[in-house]
């Protein structure tokens, strides 16, 4: 016997419940106004950062294989600015190949606690290696060590083999700082078209979608 786990979809009542939430959280009308994504994906950032239990940088970073198959995973966004959202990792992982031979990326931000979602879709450039290695240093120092303990994505044996490599850094570098590993880096993904989503009551739900034009953006409202 199969139980199902997905919830029905929302009554009219439940709507309803919902609304003034909604209404207070997502009414205004102000963000059809704006001209360009990046500010006001940093006042989103903000809000969720505010509500969100935890991790409110926390987008899905969607890349294809050799094959053309598509692949996803959660990854931390550590900046953003007019060149960009830019996340680190280690470039011999799954994410690190496929970005190598394909670069562009897609990237979602889910903020479940304000009903609301921003799409990403560019090209994807390296940072350079200043960048890196700036972040990399303000890591905690166990990260770091991980960063060269661990063969990101590579098959591992048992627990007890990771354990073991990181006790063999941990000696390595006990007597001084931990460098960046070459193979840890990080990409910016250099947007081309931004949307933003908000819930409404009964799926008439608010999109914004900016695409790059030159040096400026065009703006679209979406049907929901």
């Not at 190949?97 to 304000?114: I, T």
């Not at 081309?192 to 065009?218: I, K, M, S, T, Y």
Request: with cysteine; aromatic share 10%; glycine share 6%.
């Amino acid at each position: 016997m199969t139980v199902s786990v997905i919830p029905s979809s929302p009554t009219r009542e439940e709507y309803a419940r919902d609304y003034a939430a909604a209404l207070a959280a997502n009414g205004d009308e102000t963000i059809f106004d704006r001209v360009e994504p990046i500010a006001l994906f940093v006042d989103w950032l903000a809000d969720a950062r505010g509500h969100e239990i935890n991790d409110a940088n926390a987008m899905a970073l969607s890349t294809v294989d050799a094959d053309g198959a598509p692949d996803s995973r959660m990854v931390l966004l550590k900046d953003v600015d007019d060149c960009g959202f830019t996340f680190y990792s280690n470039s011999e992982s799954a994410k690190g190949m496929q970005l190598a031979g394909h670069d562009r990326a897609a990237l979602l931000f889910h903020w479940k606690s304000l009903r609301r979602q921003v799409r990403v879709r560019g090209s994807v450039e390296p940072v350079t290696a200043a960048e890196a290695d700036a972040y990399f240093a303000s890591r905690a120092r166990e990260s770091r060590i991980g960063a060269w303990a661990s063969d990101q994505s590579r098959p591992l044996e048992d627990r007890a083999t990771l354990e073991r490599a990181v006790e063999r850094e941990t000696a390595r570098f006990e007597a001084g700082d931990v460098p960046r590993p070459e193979h840890w880096t990080g990409w910016r993904v250099v947007p081309d078209h931004v949307e933003f989503w908000r819930d409404r009551p009964f799926r008439l739900h608010d999109r914004l979608r900016f695409d790059r034009a030159g040096q400026g953006w065009n703006r679209t409202r979406l049907q929901p």
